[in-house]
């Protein structure tokens, strides 16, 4: 499973109509927009998918039109986590986990755990997991940062836990877990403005969110990198730079589906607490996006 979550994962969007109900449709479209681009595999509520707005209800709905729309063709990493340790085990049992390869879980965000907490945490999830598990450490949103000793422990300590997202924007801190991990310990980027250097440095690939309008162009990147192809891997990474960091302007997703729109896939539609993309943010992408080449 290590060798096939290696490369580019995308962190699905979850379209809403008009009224904000999930759009399957659109879903359908997102999906297969990502698989013919050349993705990797696929991250269905995450983060990027406003999972925390959706009920139980509609997160089987949107795991169960990916799975179906996938199809095999990608394995699929489900998101799941959450801040009370006990709840997140009774999760798991929630989940038709049919088409299923991994979880994804985040740090436990507001309680602002210890090192060993997390590390207890994570060791619970770990014996509850019928999946591997990647780790996802994010503390610009969790407050907490797991550090490098952590997550090199929990990995040699289990079996299942096979990687992590690391997503600090510290490329110090993921070369510490890149130098000391297993030799088959997935490290994949949670940053895209940091994907080229990261991969350079070790990185196996990303979890990606422009990957859900560019995966063609940012899956050569990551391509071009692996094989040593400095030149061509700048040369993408400076092309998406100034778009990758209007994306997360207003917040994630609203940048992305503003894309996404301008593209004709789904529609802009996020649910509160976000707002939909500015007009003038949605100006400036759609000029960007015409210097983007693809």
Same mark, same amino acid.
């Given at each position: 499973?290590?060798?096939?979550?290696?490369?580019?994962?995308?962190?699905?969007?979850?379209?809403?109509?008009?009224?904000?109900?999930?759009?399957?449709?659109?879903?359908?479209?997102?999906?297969?927009?990502?698989?013919?681009?050349?993705?990797?595999?696929?991250?269905?509520?995450? *983060?990027?998918?406003?999972?925390?707005?959706?009920?139980?209800?509609?997160?089987?709905?949107?795991?169960?039109?990916?799975?179906?729309?996938?199809?095999?063709?990608?394995?699929?990493?489900?998101?799941?986590?959450?801040?009370? *340790?006990?709840?997140?085990?009774?999760?798991?049992?929630? !989940?038709?986990?049919?088409?299923?390869?991994?979880?994804?879980?985040?740090v436990p965000?507001?309680?602002?755990?210890?090192?060993?907490?997390?590390?207890?945490?994570? /060791?619970?999830?770990?014996?509850?997991?019928?999946?591997?598990?990647?780790?996802?450490?994010?503390?610009?949103?969790?407050?907490?940062?797991?550090?490098?000793?952590?997550?090199?422990?929990?990995?040699?300590?289990?079996?299942?836990?096979?990687?992590?997202?690391?997503?600090?924007?510290?490329?110090?801190?993921?070369m510490k877990?890149?130098?000391?991990?297993?030799?088959?310990?997935?490290?994949?980027?949670?940053?895209?403005?940091?994907?080229?250097?990261?991969?350079?440095?070790?990185?196996?690939?990303?979890?990606?969110?422009?990957?859900?309008?560019?995966?063609?162009?940012?899956?050569?990147?990551?391509?071009?990198?692996?094989?040593?192809?400095?030149?061509?891997?700048?040369?993408? !990474?400076?092309?998406?730079?100034?778009?990758?960091?209007?994306?997360?302007?207003?917040?994630?997703?609203?940048?992305?589906?503003?894309?996404?729109?301008?593209?004709?896939?789904?529609?802009s539609f996020?649910?509160?607490?976000?707002?939909?993309?500015? /007009?003038?943010?949605?100006?400036?992408?759609?000029?960007?996006?015409?210097?983007?080449? !693809?």
């Open positions: 499973m290590n060798q096939k979550l290696q490369g580019l994962g995308v962190a699905l969007v979850t379209p809403f109509n008009e009224e904000l109900s999930v759009d399957e449709s659109a879903l359908t479209r997102v999906v297969n927009h990502v698989i013919d681009g050349g993705a990797d595999f696929l991250v269905v509520l995450g *983060t990027t998918s406003e999972a925390p707005t959706m009920s139980m209800e509609e997160k089987k709905l949107v795991l169960k039109t990916v799975v179906e729309t996938n199809d095999g063709k990608l394995p699929i990493v489900l998101g799941l986590g959450g801040n009370n *340790t006990q709840e997140l085990l009774a999760d798991i049992e929630s !989940h038709d986990l049919k088409g299923v390869d991994a979880f994804l879980s985040v965000y507001y309680n602002k755990p210890t090192q060993e907490g997390l590390a207890a945490h994570f /060791s619970a999830l770990s014996k509850a997991s019928p999946l591997p598990i990647i780790l996802y450490n994010v503390p610009g949103r969790t407050v907490t940062n797991m550090l490098p000793h952590t997550t090199v422990n929990l990995g040699k300590e289990h079996k299942n836990i096979i990687g992590i997202k690391e997503a600090s924007g510290n490329i110090a801190q993921g877990i890149v130098q000391n991990a297993p030799a088959d310990f997935l490290i994949l980027s949670g940053d895209d403005d940091l994907v080229m250097p990261q991969v350079a440095a070790g990185f196996h690939g990303v979890i990606s969110v422009v990957g859900n309008a560019y995966p063609k162009l940012f899956k050569d990147m990551i391509t071009a990198i692996k094989a040593g192809d400095l030149e061509k891997g700048k040369a993408i !990474h400076y092309q998406l730079l100034t778009l990758i960091d209007m994306l997360f302007e207003e917040g994630n997703p609203a940048g992305v589906k503003a894309v996404l729109t301008e593209m004709g896939i789904a529609q996020v649910r509160l607490p976000l707002l939909p993309a500015s /007009s003038g943010l949605k100006n400036r992408l759609k000029e960007e996006m015409a210097t983007i080449s !693809h």
